[in-house]
Protein backbone atom coordinates (compact mmCIF):
# COMPACT_ATOMS: atom_id res chain seq x y z
CA UNK A 1 0.00 0.00 0.00
CA UNK A 2 1.49 3.66 -0.93
CA UNK A 3 0.94 6.05 2.01
CA UNK A 4 -0.18 9.46 0.58
CA UNK A 5 1.91 12.34 2.17
CA UNK A 6 0.07 15.28 3.64
CA UNK A 7 0.75 18.48 1.76
CA UNK A 8 2.54 21.00 4.36
CA UNK A 9 2.31 24.51 4.05
CA UNK A 10 5.93 25.59 3.50
CA UNK A 11 6.71 28.43 5.86
CA UNK A 12 9.70 31.12 6.65
CA UNK A 13 10.56 33.77 9.21
CA UNK A 14 10.11 36.91 8.61
CA UNK A 15 13.71 38.26 8.06
CA UNK A 16 14.08 35.92 4.87
CA UNK A 17 10.75 36.98 3.19
CA UNK A 18 11.43 40.44 3.38
CA UNK A 19 15.08 39.64 1.94
CA UNK A 20 13.14 37.73 -0.57
CA UNK A 21 10.74 40.91 -1.08
CA UNK A 22 14.49 43.44 -0.95
CA UNK A 23 13.33 44.69 1.86
CA UNK A 24 14.36 46.52 5.26
CA UNK A 25 11.94 44.28 7.71
CA UNK A 26 12.69 46.65 10.53
CA UNK A 27 10.67 49.04 8.30
CA UNK A 28 7.73 46.64 7.83
CA UNK A 29 4.97 46.71 9.62
CA UNK A 30 4.34 44.90 12.94
CA UNK A 31 1.96 41.89 12.25
CA UNK A 32 4.53 41.20 9.45
CA UNK A 33 7.64 41.46 11.46
CA UNK A 34 5.68 38.96 14.16
CA UNK A 35 4.17 36.41 11.91
CA UNK A 36 5.55 33.28 9.91
CA UNK A 37 5.03 33.78 5.96
CA UNK A 38 4.01 31.01 3.68
CA UNK A 39 5.27 30.63 0.04
CA UNK A 40 1.85 31.17 -0.91
CA UNK A 41 1.48 34.30 0.83
CA UNK A 42 5.41 35.69 -0.16
CA UNK A 43 3.57 34.60 -3.91
CA UNK A 44 1.23 36.71 -3.52
CA UNK A 45 3.04 39.72 -2.09
CA UNK A 46 5.28 39.68 -5.22
CA UNK A 47 2.40 38.99 -7.49
CA UNK A 48 0.21 42.30 -5.99
CA UNK A 49 1.97 44.08 -3.45
CA UNK A 50 0.42 45.84 -0.60
CA UNK A 51 0.90 50.03 -0.66
CA UNK A 52 3.00 49.79 2.28
CA UNK A 53 5.27 46.88 0.46
CA UNK A 54 5.31 49.00 -2.71
CA UNK A 55 6.18 52.33 -0.60
CA UNK A 56 9.30 50.66 1.07
CA UNK A 57 10.19 49.52 -2.23
CA UNK A 58 10.14 52.93 -4.03
CA UNK A 59 11.07 55.32 -1.06
CA UNK A 60 13.01 52.86 1.62
CA UNK A 61 14.67 52.85 3.83
CA UNK A 62 16.42 49.93 1.60
CA UNK A 63 19.05 47.31 2.95
CA UNK A 64 21.92 47.10 1.99
CA UNK A 65 22.01 44.92 -0.66
CA UNK A 66 19.69 47.33 -2.48
CA UNK A 67 21.62 49.83 -1.62
CA UNK A 68 24.95 48.68 -3.33
CA UNK A 69 22.88 48.08 -6.62
CA UNK A 70 21.32 51.40 -6.49
CA UNK A 71 24.93 52.46 -6.50
CA UNK A 72 26.58 50.22 -8.45
CA UNK A 73 28.84 49.01 -6.00
CA UNK A 74 29.47 46.18 -4.01
CA UNK A 75 28.18 45.83 -0.22
CA UNK A 76 31.80 45.69 0.70
CA UNK A 77 32.15 49.11 -1.14
CA UNK A 78 29.38 50.66 1.02
CA UNK A 79 31.18 49.59 4.21
CA UNK A 80 34.60 50.70 3.01
CA UNK A 81 32.65 53.99 1.66
CA UNK A 82 31.17 54.36 5.77
CA UNK A 83 27.73 53.55 5.06
CA UNK A 84 26.79 51.17 7.41
CA UNK A 85 22.72 51.74 7.98
CA UNK A 86 19.83 51.31 5.68
CA UNK A 87 19.24 54.37 2.75
CA UNK A 88 16.29 55.91 2.02
CA UNK A 89 15.84 56.46 -1.86
CA UNK A 90 16.46 60.62 -2.01
CA UNK A 91 19.89 59.60 0.49
CA UNK A 92 20.92 57.41 -2.38
CA UNK A 93 19.96 60.01 -5.04
CA UNK A 94 21.84 62.57 -2.81
CA UNK A 95 24.50 60.69 -2.94
CA UNK A 96 24.56 59.80 -6.47
CA UNK A 97 24.50 63.48 -7.48
CA UNK A 98 27.59 64.61 -5.03
CA UNK A 99 29.05 61.34 -6.14
CA UNK A 100 32.01 61.31 -3.82
CA UNK A 101 35.41 59.87 -4.67
CA UNK A 102 35.17 56.65 -2.70
CA UNK A 103 32.13 55.89 -4.57
CA UNK A 104 33.41 56.80 -7.96
CA UNK A 105 36.47 54.28 -7.04
CA UNK A 106 34.17 51.78 -5.81
CA UNK A 107 32.20 52.03 -8.74
CA UNK A 108 35.25 51.50 -10.78
CA UNK A 109 36.31 48.99 -8.93
CA UNK A 110 32.97 46.98 -9.11
CA UNK A 111 32.85 47.76 -13.09
CA UNK A 112 36.63 45.72 -13.65
CA UNK A 113 35.51 42.37 -11.20
CA UNK A 114 32.41 42.10 -13.43
CA UNK A 115 34.17 42.31 -17.01
CA UNK A 116 37.08 39.99 -15.32
CA UNK A 117 34.07 37.63 -14.31
CA UNK A 118 32.57 37.96 -17.53
CA UNK A 119 36.36 37.27 -19.22
CA UNK A 120 36.35 33.93 -17.06
CA UNK A 121 32.96 32.84 -17.85
CA UNK A 122 33.72 33.10 -21.56
CA UNK A 123 36.70 31.24 -21.32
Known sequence: MTSLKSK??????????????????????AEFQ???????????????PPAWLTD????????????????????????RGGITSPLTTAEIDALKAENPAWLEHERTIQAETR?????????
Do not use: F, W
Open 8 to 29: TTQTMKPATAAKKLGILLSATP
Open 34 to 48: EGVVSRSELNALQAT
Open 56 to 79: LRRNGPHPKQVVAAKLGVSVSGLI
Open 115 to 123: KEALRLKQR
